[in-house]
Nanobody
Framework: QVQLVESGGGLVQAGGSLRLSCAAS????????MGWFRQAPGKEREFVAA????????YYADSVKGRFTISRDNTKNTVYLQMNSLKYEDTAVYYC???????????????????WGQGTQVTVSS
């Protein structure tokens, strides 16, 4: 079992920054890949970013590339999502997820992830 708890969401003006954190427990954190997804009202959940076990491989959705950075600290069992130059369309509930089936590679497919956090709200005002 893996437990994931997100934090760091909030209200920010367009152009601002936020850093989301996701604390993991229950299994050796460095043994699996992690991802961030988001879901806006009335829309499907979508992939944002993913990172492999070591942090050496990261992948981003085109919509956030160049603005968001995913990273992880295996000593703290935490994955981060640094979000800069936020836009109104980034408003959503953000979820972190653990992919226990992968270590070196990452996937953008939400159904490949095994565990999910409860989500944290990010609201960007225009």
């Amino acid at each position: 079992q893996v437990q994931l708890v997100e934090s760091g969401g909030g209200l920010v003006q367009a152009g601002g920054s936020l850093r989301l954190s996701c604390a993991a427990s229950g299994r050796t954190f460095s043994s699996y890949a992690m991802g961030w997804f988001r879901q806006a009202p009335g829309k499907e959940r979508e992939f944002v970013a993913a990172i492999n076990w070591s942090g050496g491989v990261a992948y981003y959705a085109d919509s956030v590339k160049g603005r968001f950075t995913i990273s992880r600290d295996n000593t703290k069992n935490t994955v981060y999502l640094q979000m800069n130059s936020l836009k109104y369309e980034d408003t959503a509930v953000y979820y972190c997820a653990g992919d226990l089936g992968r270590t070196g590679r990452v996937t953008t497919l939400s159904n490949e992830y095994d565990y999910w956090g409860q989500g944290t709200q990010v609201t960007v005002s225009s």
